[in-house]
């Protein structure tokens, strides 16, 4: 059905659902380059009236991505739970946004609500909200995953630590692992994006990490970020996985291009699951997303990118994962142009993450070619512990030199835990006490104090 | 109000770990100030990231490099892809891949039979990359193509342009096969790293399964005379197999790609 709002003698028309919600969508480098976003600011702000007055019913009827072509879409629809969306079935996407922002939105209610929401729900009333809104409903939600430790606590922030090394050497990456742990980095993960898919390469790199984790009795888990075939090759094998990695994306063809369908990631949380690791939990997935992947694969079926994202979501939420984690400015500025871009895209898949029940974590982060810099990603960083981010990246000195792009450095974490009082997971919190590297407070300690430093991991010893 | 005794400094020397940066160029034991890099490691980020953006916003210095490649002895063309402006080329990849009507015309009237190769130098993201390191690589390439018989078609300039401009050019000037010798994405180590795409059957419309790439050049990455051999090598191999790409890849692992996982 067609949608439409008069603005003075000018009437808007949009032809659809995906019509609708792409020329709502707030402006931004990759639906230009699609070629879906509003002509005009006044039309921008057309469809977001007529948006309003979208029955929240509208979307399980009618599809964005056809039913028959899209599992994703199969995935939404099939698992949609009409219990929990009953209280908001009456709603418009205009009322939801209202009752979102009130009081009544509290953190259980939210809870409770999000397996009645569906990702194009979540991703149609975020193109009503301003960033401060945003922040303020993802902020009342407590998404807690456990593994070896428990994640996304109130009051809580934390880090994958980032050792990555150009050419995948052991000792490099141990030194900037090393450098990590005493900054206090590294609870959400140990994660290493690898620079080759050589299978006996990683299977070094797990066994390192998984090293270290039981030299030092770290509370954590550890991962190589490599594609689910890989990791369910690296099991086969014997090597120490604790997570699967991958990198998702809200079409069957954008996951297609990403080498993976739906059952394949069954396939691999599975086996994953079967191998028992986890000490406090079972979740056991790390997902990988980002607005603009489904364009740049052509698979995008028209719609905007954020809503592309959201998508995703639904594909991650699943597979009841551990970590999942939106890398917003690392594709580039063709679809993220500059640094008011890349945080409204943050802000947007922080709240839409967090709404669908995962437990989202953000890579502050950008690319040399985007107009942006660490100013911008220090505004980010610091509305993302307001909005309780989950977790974030710790990358040395914000330089990551394998992927050549910036992200957030172990002294960014370390402010961002001062200023906003977040403290990291409680058990790793109690491990860098016990090994001087913070104190009870949760302040880092002089460096020589560090009981890891009196004996270094086996791959840095002379 | 009351006098405050003098400050101390505050200590932001390196941390007792710094011995393990022998290990890696990744930015560790750069020590704190409360939770602040020190500013020497702070400046240091800055200023590695300004030659970055400066890199981005270079312009291929045509004057020079004309003069300079003169001694190549080989027919020089200048073209531009249809993003009119760096801030068009940063957020229309696809126009960066396209030739201007201009230079198409110009180039539809250069077509010509028998030519196995044409390099095509194109700004990238890096003119820095170009107009530092292309010179003293093709000074090294281009004898040993002429050696081994390989007709060589026209130098190409190419403004605001992506790898895939390439492949329109290529067909436009009928060689078997396109190098494209481009300035990569800078990275903090690196504003000026050249990369080296090549495609057999070049054609508008291919995608990056369909070149091979080696990248990183430059003195203090892939040396020149590493790359010009490597090159070399491959660039006889595509010929005489007449393919590039995932079947060459196979053999060489020199796919062009490029993503986070």
Known sequence: MSYRHTIGVRTYQFADLKALLVRASPLRAGDVLAGVAAATYEERVAAQYALADVPLRNFLSETLVPYEQDEVTRLIIDTHDAGAFAPLAHFTVGELRDWLVSDAADGLTLAALAAGLTPEMVAAVSKLLRNQELI??????EVVTRFRNTLGLRGHLATRLQPNHPTDDLRGIAASLVDGLLYGSGDAVLGINPATDNVRVLSDLLRMLDGVRQQYEIPTQTCVLCHVTTTLDLIGRGAPVDLAFQSIAGTEAANRSFGISLSLLQEAWEATLALGRGTLGHNVMYFETGQGSALSANAHHGLDQQTCEARAYAVAR?????????????????????????IRAALEDHFCGKLLGLPMGVDVCYTNHAEADQDDMDNLLTLLGVAGCNFIMGVPGADDIMLGYQSTSFHDALYLRRVLGLRPAPEFAAWLAQQGIFDESGRQLPATAAQLLKQLPPALRP | ???????????????????????????????????????????????????????????????????????????LVQVHSRAATRQEYLQRPDLGRQLAEDSRAQLMGQAAGGRDLVVVLADGLSATAVNSHVLPLLRLLVPALRQASFQ???????????????DEVGHLLQARLVLVLIGERPGLSAPDSLGAYFTHGPQPGLTDEARNCVSNIRPEGLGYEAAAAKLFFLLAEARRRQLSGVRLKDDFGLLAEGSKS
């Not at chain 2, 060589?152 to 390439?166: D, F, H, I, T, Y």
């Open chain 1, 136 to 141: 303020a409903v993802a902020r009342r939600i």
């Open chain 2, 152 to 166: 060589l078609g026209p130098l190409v300039l190419a403004e605001q342009a992506r790898v895939a401009l390439g």
């Open chain 1, 318 to 342: 699943h597979y009841r994962p551990l970590l999942v984690n939106s890398v917003v400015g690392f594709i580039g500025p063709e679809y993220l142009y500059d640094g008011k871009q890349i």
């Open chain 2, 1 to 75: 109000m009351p006098d405050l005794p003098e400050l101390a400094a505050a200590n932001s020397a390196p941390d007792p770990w710094a011995s393990l940066n022998s290990f890696t160029a990744a930015r560790i034991a750069l020590g704190r100030s409360g939770t602040s890099v020190p500013l020497r490691e702070a400046l240091a980020f800055k200023l590695a990231h300004a030659h970055a953006r400066d890199a981005v916003y270079s312009v291929l210095d045509n004057a020079q490099l004309m003069n300079e490649l003169l001694e190549l002895q080989l027919p």
